[in-house]
């Protein structure tokens, strides 16, 4: 008797589930802690931080490299965690929004956003305070149109924006009177990783 397609369903979704999965052991730098975790190798950076390092402030969107709420910093620039493996990552230093505050003390960043009200529902913040540290450490004094460029491919369906413009404009300002506060090294011996 012919199998029916359910049948076969069935069958591929056994085949599917049964298939072995390559697992590494996986050295990552993150938020200036080293880590080794035993990892399936397919799994992207925003899965392995939210799933296996319980680091939940990178937010899952589109997984689809389109929204930018996943943003993460890798050596200091924004990249988008949905699109990353971590297999790609070692020796990198990877910074996620738990690793810019320093203690209890918020980035002056985090601080200019509750104070403007930059976030509302707060899905896209973590990326957006990434994305604006990153532009910060290049970019001293930006313009709201360096500030648009840098935020491009961050979405935030909640502020209109002007908001978290504005928030980036006064830490910019304060952190040139006071100094950046650094961003987490990579532990030591891992600093000149390639
Ligand atoms: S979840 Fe990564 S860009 Fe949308
Ligand atoms: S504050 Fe809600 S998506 Fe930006």
Redesign the pocket.
């Known amino acids: 008797m012919r199998e029916s397609a359910q049948g076969y369903a069935r069958l591929g979704l056994k085949n599917e589930v049964e298939r072995p999965v390559d697992r590494r052991v996986l050295a990552l730098d993150v938020n200036g802690e080293r880590t080794e975790q035993l990892l399936p190798v397919h799994k992207t950076l925003l899965e392995v931080l939210r799933e296996d390092m319980h680091l939940t402030g990178t937010k899952h969107g589109c997984e689809l490299g389109e929204c930018g709420t996943c943003t993460v910093l890798v050596d200091g620039r924004p990249e988008l965690s949905c699109l990353l493996l971590p297999i790609q990552l070692e020796g990198r230093a990877i910074t996620t929004i738990e690793g810019l505050a320093r203690g209890s003390e918020l980035h002056p960043l985090q601080q200019a956003f509750a104070e403007l009200g930059a ?7 973590p990326g957006m305070l990434l994305a604006a540290s990153s532009l910060l450490d290049s970019n001293k004094r930006p313009s709201s149109d360096d500030i648009r460029e840098a935020l491009a491919g961050n979405l ?4 209109g924006y002007q908001k978290i413009i504005e928030a980036i404009e006064l830490a910019a300002g304060r952190m040139n009177r006071t100094g950046s506060p650094p961003l987490p090294s990579p532990p030591a011996g891992r600093a000149n990783a390639s």
Not at 119 to 125: I, L
Not at 156 to 159: D, K, L, V
């Open positions: 976030a509302q529902c707060g899905y896209c913040t935030c369906r909640c502020t």
